[in-house]
């Protein structure tokens, strides 16, 4: 059974940093491309962030330069670490695993920004 399960959300402060991950199961890690997407009350998910297999990087307009995508793919575990955050990076934050056609998402995680 396939599992994705994202961990450390909660509150941020304004400015300040907060580092999620997602630990998977029952997927060949390694051969996952693995993305973060967000969907705040309202509005569409959207992409923040994805990494590819060999460790290539891309990141969405809504936390580019803001954010940094890593894998260990020993662990099978796929980090988000968030800085500089803004009100509006309140969002419900949600871990992906896609690989020809196989599309996996965890439940998300909820990351509320204060200010």
């Known amino acids: 059974q396939v599992q994705l399960v994202e961990s450390g959300g909660g509150w941020g402060q304004e400015g300040g940093p907060l580092r999620l991950s997602c630990t998977t199961s029952?997927?060949?890690?390694?051969?996952?491309?693995m993305a973060w997407y967000r969907q705040a009350p309202g509005k569409q998910r959207e992409l923040v962030a994805h990494?590819?297999?060999?460790?290539?990087?891309g990141y969405g307009d809504s936390m580019k330069g803001r954010s940094a995508i890593s894998r260990d793919n020993a662990k099978g575990t796929v980090t988000l670490q968030m800085n500089s955050l803004k009100p509006q990076d309140t969002a419900v934050y949600y871990c992906n695993a896609a690989r020809y056609g196989l599309l996996y998402w965890g439940k998300g995680t909820q990351v509320t920004v204060s200010s």
């Open positions: 990494i590819t297999t060999d460790a290539n990087t």
């Open positions: 029952g997927i060949i890690f390694s051969e996952y491309v």
